[in-house]
Every structure is written in structure tokens, then in C-alpha cells.
């Protein structure tokens, strides 16, 4: 997979060639391109933003280094995702991770939150597929932290990342439910004992503790998650 970054802060993403997607860059599953988008401006200051029109506080990004960055990048490539990060766009989940994580290009437009001029989102819709994506229901500075956990969320998911590819579906939201508790040596750990359970050797009864344990804390933590309760709507 292709993922090119534009950013006004690129050095952001020098994180990314840690770990997990770091070694996926080493062995050429993973090809991510970080560009600076002042490389398509042309002016002395290297200008990226101006007043809104229509007044109201804060700046606007300028089209026009978007325009050139957005050619650039997508030139050559069959229909890139192109996805700007914004609090105003659809949530992402583990579903969207998925779904991104089988595209060929995927182009992340990091904005600051004031905003891009919306023609760019029309313009960047010739080229390819737009996605507006949050990452939830707070505020951000920018989109460089909404860019890293996505590729986080879809470079885990693509082939060959994840060494050991049951431990993609054992996690948290893949089955729709919180994942189960964990536990390691020492079996007995300042006063606190490891479930007897996980010590019993009883395959079966440790598969079934571990869903209790996922469909209790779901309900504790994340009762938006499961279907409504027999019982919670009493009609009179
Ligand atoms: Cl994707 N961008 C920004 N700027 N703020 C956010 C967000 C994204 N998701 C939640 N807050």
C-alpha cells in the first residue's frame, strides 16, 4: 500500500518508523511519503493560509498549494482515497480501518481545524475518493495526530504487518465486543491472584470466561455497543 501525507508539520510522522509499520516501510509492504505542503508554494514566506471570507476568527488554508500537492501526489495512481481529517467528518472505526486498509493509495490532507476552502474537497473529488473522517467527538489542533492513528488503525491491518495474524482478532472491536482482561507471571502479584481459571489448563472453560468477561465490561464501559436490553423499555 501507497500512503502519501501532506502536512505543514511533516516531522510529526517521524514516529512512524517505529516499531510495527516502521519494519513494514523496511520490507516494502508499506510506502509512506510524507510531504511538506510549502513545498508548493511559491511566495517568500512560503504561504499556506489567509483571512476567511466573510469574516470570523482564525485563518482558512489557500487552495492553491493544495491544488499543486493534491496533483502531484495522485498523478499516475488509478483512483486514490483521499481522506482530509475533520471533526466534522463521518467516525472512524475498526470497520473504516478495514474497509481503507484493502485500498491500493490512500493521500491524508492534514488541515488545521479552522479549515481548508471547501473547493478543495471538490476539486481533491476529481482525482479521487474523498473521505472526511473523525476520530470522535472532540477537538484537535490539526489533522497530523487524526492522520497517525489511522495509519495506525489501517497499516496494522494490511497482510504481513502483524506477524502473528491472531492477534488482529482478538482484540477490542473486532468481534464487536471490548476485548478480555489479560494476565502473566507471577501467578500471585502484590496480594492479587491470577483468575484460577487461566491456571486450570481447561481450554473450554477459560474460551468461555473470557467472552463473560468481554459482554460484562462492554456493558460496564460501552453499553452503546450492544443491542438494548430485554427489559430496558417498559411500556407502562
Ligand atoms: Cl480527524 N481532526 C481534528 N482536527 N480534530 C478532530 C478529529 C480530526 N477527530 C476528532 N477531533
Not at 510495527?20 to 508548493?40: H, M
Not at 464487536?176 to 482482561?181: A, D, N, T, V
Request: glycine share 10%; hydrophobic share 35%; net charge negative.
Amino acid at each position: 500500500m501507497r500512503i502519501d501525507v501532506l502536512s505543514i508539520f511533516p516531522s510529526y510522522f517521524d514516529g512512524l518508523a517505529l516499531s510495527l509499520l516502521g519494519k513494514a516501510q523496511d520490507a516494502g509492504i508499506l510506502d509512506l511519503r510524507v510531504r511538506d505542503l510549502r513545498e508548493w508554494t511559491s511566495d517568500r514566506h512560503r504561504t499556506v493560509d489567509d483571512t476567511p471570507y466573510g469574516g470570523g476568527a482564525g485563518m482558512v488554508m489557500k487552495p492553491e498549494p493544495w491544488g499543486l500537492a493534491l496533483d502531484e501526489v495522485t498523478e499516475g495512481s488509478e483512483r486514490p482515497t483521499v481522506i482530509f481529517p475533520s471533526p466534522a467528518g463521518e467516525l472512524f472505526t475498526q470497520a473504516t480501518a478495514r474497509e481503507l486498509s484493502a485500498r491500493e493509495h490512500l493521500v491524508f490532507g492534514c488541515g488545521r481545524y479552522e479549515g481548508i476552502d471547501e473547493r478543495v474537497f471538490e476539486y481533491a473529488a476529481t482525482l479521487g475518493d474523498v473521505r472526511l473522517i473523525s476520530l470522535g467527538d472532540y477537538v484537535l489542533n490539526g489533522g497530523e495526530v487524526a492522520t497517525m492513528a489511522m495509519i495506525e488503525a489501517i497499516g496494522r491491518l494490511i497482510p504481513g504487518v502483524v506477524g502473528n495474524p491472531e492477534s488482529l482478532v482478538e482484540e477490542s472491536h473486532e468481534d464487536g465486543l471490548l476485548e478480555y482482561p489479560s494476565y502473566t507471571k507471577p501467578s500471585v502479584w502484590r496480594e492479587r491472584e491470577v483468575p484460577a481459571v487461566l491456571l486450570s489448563g481447561n481450554h473450554g472453560a477459560i474460551a468461555s470466561w473470557r467472552r463473560e468477561q468481554q459482554i460484562e465490561r462492554t456493558r460496564r464501559r460501552r453499553p452503546d455497543l450492544l443491542p438494548p436490553e430485554a427489559g430496558d423499555h417498559p411500556h407502562s
